[in-house]
């Protein structure tokens, strides 16, 4: 079936997936096999031998990610950082140069300081909301220029467009994380990415049951790299947690408005209330990147932070929430909050905290899909603790 001319709602339901063809069943079989018969040596049936090389349910999964960003490949990973580990040693080489956004995920930031420095790769956090920054940060040898926009936790927004000019213009690639804003906010390929980046855990999924990643591409010279590195490093997702992003994708375009309108009411309560500073919600006007944002985006997100001051004080307001549970992760159908200080960016130094603007105060929300007044009185409820 050709998905390429249908709306987004009906590439969410069906891309990348037909009936059984054995059996007729409507929805993905979970192909919970390890390894596959073979009609004679060497003649695995449909190119099936092991399952790490290639599943059915792992393929229909790429199929329908591919398919909600308008791209013509992906690939499956066992995590979001299995996922940004695989494009890192695809693009990069001893000697190499990277760029990556400043205020980047925690576990990127540790992978990079921790362990891609042992590797010989050279690398520069840079605030890419910056133009000029990003353009100074560039040097012979970068091959890479990492985004993450909207960012985590600080929910800054980098225009996708203008980095992927400069990066082009260098002979470097262009890499964008896109969890929080999701395929159905954005697309980063058609403004001039090279890869995009998910972390399949989050909004694609969207129940908080499973752990994946995602890489998507146009380019058939990255896809068969990727393939590559599944068959040989074997950081491949299992097939029932492909089947359970399968299951959410269906509902991405159906939770992601709910999402979005959720987070613009609570935004606007946050920016009112006299307890809380620096709300950042790239829907309210005064967001440095409020315009880019609208231009960029079809929505805001569902992703929210704020300051309460200190960390007594950060402690107390999630300590008396009731609906947000306290938890690290985000983009589910429940509502979570949490201190990026001491959890998503623990492993970030102090240091580079303070310069980001990652205070032991900061408070992030993943605002879920429950009736918003319920949302509302709860937050309410923990901001008069305070």
């Not at 790769?121 to 133009?131: A, G, K, P």
């Not at 590195?229 to 029932?240: A, L, R, Y």
């Amino acid at each position: 079936m050709d998905h390429s001319t249908q709306r987004f709602g009906t590439r969410a339901v069906h891309a990348g997936q037909s009936p059984d063809a054995s059996t007729g069943a409507i929805m993905t079989p979970i192909f919970q096999t390890s390894t596959y018969f073979q009609d004679a040596i060497g003649s695995p049936r449909q190119g099936y031998d092991y399952a790490r090389v290639k599943n059915p349910t792992r393929e229909a999964l790429q199929g329908n990610l591919a398919a909600l960003e308008n791209a013509a490949h992906a690939a499956a990973f066992s995590s979001g950082l299995a996922a940004t580990e695989t494009l890192l040693k695809t693009v990069l080489s001893e000697g190499d140069h990277l760029i990556c956004g400043a205020d980047v995920y925690g576990g990127v930031y540790r992978m990079l300081a921790q362990v891609w420095t042992r590797f010989g790769i050279q690398f520069d956090f840079v605030d890419t909301t910056n133009l000029d920054a990003v353009k100074n940060a560039i040097q012979e040898n970068t091959r890479l220029v990492h985004l993450e926009t909207p960012s985590n936790p600080l929910i800054t927004v980098t225009d996708i467009a203008a980095c992927a000019k400069l990066a082009h213009e260098a002979g470097a690639l262009v890499s964008v994380d896109n969890t929080f804003a999701t395929p159905f906010l954005q697309n980063p390929l058609e403004m001039g990415a090279d890869v995009v980046m998910h972390s399949t855990t989050k909004f694609l999924n969207g129940h908080s049951d499973m752990i994946g990643g995602a890489l998507i591409t146009n380019s058939e010279k990255l896809s068969e790299d990727f393939a590559f590195s599944q068959k040989t490093s074997g950081s491949v997702p299992g097939p029932f947690d492909c089947w359970l992003v399968l299951r959410g994708t269906k509902t991405l375009h159906v939770r992601m408005p709910v999402h979005c309108t959720n987070a613009e009411r609570i935004a606007g309560l946050l920016d009112r209330n006299s307890e809380v500073e620096g709300v950042r919600f790239p829907g309210l006007p005064q967001h440095p990147q409020h315009e880019l944002a609208k231009k960029q985006m079809r929505g805001f997100g569902s992703m929210v932070s704020f300051d309460v001051g200190s960390h007594e004080r950060a402690n107390q307001f999630v300590t008396a929430t009731q609906v947000f549970q306290l938890a690290e992760s985000l983009g589910g159908v429940e509502s979570l909050v949490s201190v990026p200080y001491t959890m998503t960016h623990g492993s970030v130094p102090p240091d580079q905290k303070a310069a980001l603007g990652i205070t032991p105060g900061l408070v992030r929300l993943s605002i879920g899909i429950e009736d918003i007044d319920d949302l509302v009185e709860d937050l309410e409820g923990a901001l008069e603790t305070l």
